[in-house]
């Protein structure tokens, strides 16, 4: 039998819990709250996160599918929405794709350079959030967002759906990956993650990638989605 883990991550401690995304908004403090966890935790990102994952045998074979559909899906300009450390960034560039990344931490982004300059890679990266990309319409050729969706609530989705579809041309694609909404999971949670003794709390909307593909029905139609064991890729085509 698949273990089921909850809460999401080894230490987060559940605060909250709704039926729908719509009953939590960010504006209650929470967005600020997230975004300085994402501050905090630049550091440690890749330790805590990837460097945990890849020793667990649980999550290795999610982490090979997602390397794999990145691998195969980075070519042409790319935006990658929420690039955090830059892990998939690196992967992008190394797939042959010119990188834009919009990143909200000024942190993360540091990150992200110090691990392209030590790779002699290059790419834009630019200070903005996925509900107002600050790029101009039909400029991008594809993008791509990792566990960044789980974190918007429904009206910043609703904006960073229009957004993605405003700056990548027609035709385009999108690839998006994030946790999985298992069976007997709440939909949304309010976590709390402790940084070096501070606590934050942060949104977790936990999805099937069978919402997903509902909610992005309006500006682009799906052509592959997975399901893996903790985790849910799918990749669709503007319209
Ligand atoms: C869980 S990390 C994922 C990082 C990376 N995509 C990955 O898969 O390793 C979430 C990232 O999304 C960023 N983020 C949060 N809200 C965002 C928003 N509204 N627009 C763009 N990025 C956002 C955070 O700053 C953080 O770097």
């Known amino acids: 039998m698949k273990e089921k883990i909850v809460p999401p991550e080894k230490n987060d401690e559940i605060v909250a819990t709704y039926d729908r995304v719509e009953q939590v908004a ?27 994952r890849e020793a667990d045998k649980r999550y290795a074979s999610d982490l090979q599918e997602m390397a794999d559909a990145v ?30 990344v919009v990143e909200p931490s000024e942190t993360m982004r540091s990150v992200t350079r110090r691990r392209l300059t030590s790779a002699g890679k290059t790419a834009r990266l ?18 791509l967002m ?24 027609p035709g385009g694609e999108l690839l998006l990956m994030d946790s999985l909404r298992e069976p007997g ?24 990638p069978e919402e997903v593909a509902a909610m992005i029905d309006p500006v682009a139609r799906v052509q592959e989605m997975k399901t893996l064991n903790h985790a849910w890729v799918l990749r669709a085509r503007l319209v």
């Open 71 to 100: 691998d195969a899906f980075a070519r042409g300009d790319l935006l990658e929405v929420g690039a955090g450390s830059g892990h998939w960034t690196i992967r992008c560039l190394n797939a042959g794709a010119r990188v834009t």
């Open 185 to 208: 999971d709440p939909g949304v949670l309010v976590v709390r993650r402790v940084v070096n003794a501070q606590p934050f709390r942060v949104l977790k909307v936990l999805h099937k």
């Open 26 to 52: 960010l504006r209650e403090g929470l967005g600020a709250e997230q975004d300085a966890y994402y501050v905090a935790i630049a550091d440690q990102f890749e330790h805590e996160w990837y460097g945990s």
């Open 146 to 169: 990792a566990f960044v969706l789980s974190h918007l609530d429904g009206a910043t989705r609703d904006a960073t759906f229009k957004e993605i579809a405003r700056v990548v041309r």
């Open 126 to 143: 630019m200070l903005g959030r996925s509900e107002a990309i600050p790029l101009g319409d039909h400029k991008m050729d594809r993008c």
